[in-house]
T-cell receptor, first 112, second 111 residues
Framework: DADVTQTPRNRITKTGKRIMLECSQT?????MYWYRQDPGLGLRLIYY???????NKGEISDGYSVSRQAQAKFSLSLESAIPNQTALYFC???????????FGQGTRLTVV | QKEVEQNSGPLSVPEGAIASLNCTYS??????FFWYRQYSGKSPELIMS??SNGDKEDGRFTAQLNKASQYVSLLIRDSQPSDSATYLC???????????WGAGTKLIIKP
């Protein structure tokens, strides 16, 4: 089983709908992240959390919200999906200080 | 100026040659540096991490770090078609240890 699991893997939704992407991890890491990736672009940080009580906005948080339900679970919500939120979404975790990030398999979201 | 910059490419290299990928960063307090490989539609996977000046070798991969000049590079020796991917540079920002990502360099290995 993957250490970082994202559900769903693929989702097509309509404009205006609320959608939640879920992420769970078994690595025991405190730090969790949500990224968005568009074709030809790098990873852009949406939100990050350094522990259960710590939630921080990233560079592109508008139109998104998150919930850190437990150390192992970090969910991303699109309150009212719009077509330009069509992208590949990644959840990632990392250990403390200078350690690398570990990624989930990604969720391909299409908003029509 | 972006905090982490990479040439977007594509960088085309013949099979068997050395591929050289470069990354520059702006935060002098950065302490750890990572190279990830990402195949199209897949998640990034860690190839190399480097924390101190100099070279670090792992098989066909060598990471090079020069903190004075604020650049980190990745060399891939004996390039194979399977090395064709986008390579992402990530830098651990000194102030709060948040990872900052470059936009990636697309590498194409031509048989």
């Amino acid at each position: 089983d993957a250490d970082v699991t994202q559900t769903p893997r693929n989702r097509i939704t309509k404009t205006g709908k609320r959608i939640m992407l879920e992420c769970s991890q078994t690595k025991g890491h405190d730090r969790m992240y949500w990224y968005r990736q568009d074709p030809g672009l790098g990873l852009r940080l949406i939100y990050y959390s350094f522990d259960v009580k710590d939630i921080n906005k990233g560079e592109i948080s508008d139109g998104y919200s998150v919930s850190r339900q437990a150390q192992a679970k970090f969910s991303l919500s699109l309150e009212s999906a719009i077509p330009n939120q069509t992208a590949l979404y990644f959840c990632a975790t990392s250990g403390p200080l200078n350690t690398e990030a570990f990624f989930g398999q990604g969720t391909r979201l299409t908003v029509v | 100026q972006k905090e982490v910059e990479q040439n977007s490419g594509p960088l085309s290299v013949p099979e068997g040659a050395i591929a050289s990928l470069n990354c520059t960063y702006s935060d002098r307090g950065s302490q750890s540096f990572f190279w990830y490989r990402q195949y199209s539609g897949k998640s990034p996977e860690l190839i190399m991490s480097i924390y101190s000046n100099g070279d670090k070798e792992d098989g066909r991969f060598t990471a090079q770090l020069n903190k004075a000049s604020q650049y980190v590079s990745l060399l891939i020796r004996d390039s194979q078609p399977s090395d064709s991917a986008t390579y992402l540079c990530a830098v651990n920002k000194g102030s709060n240890y948040q990872l900052i990502w470059g936009a990636g360099t697309k590498l194409i290995i031509k048989p």
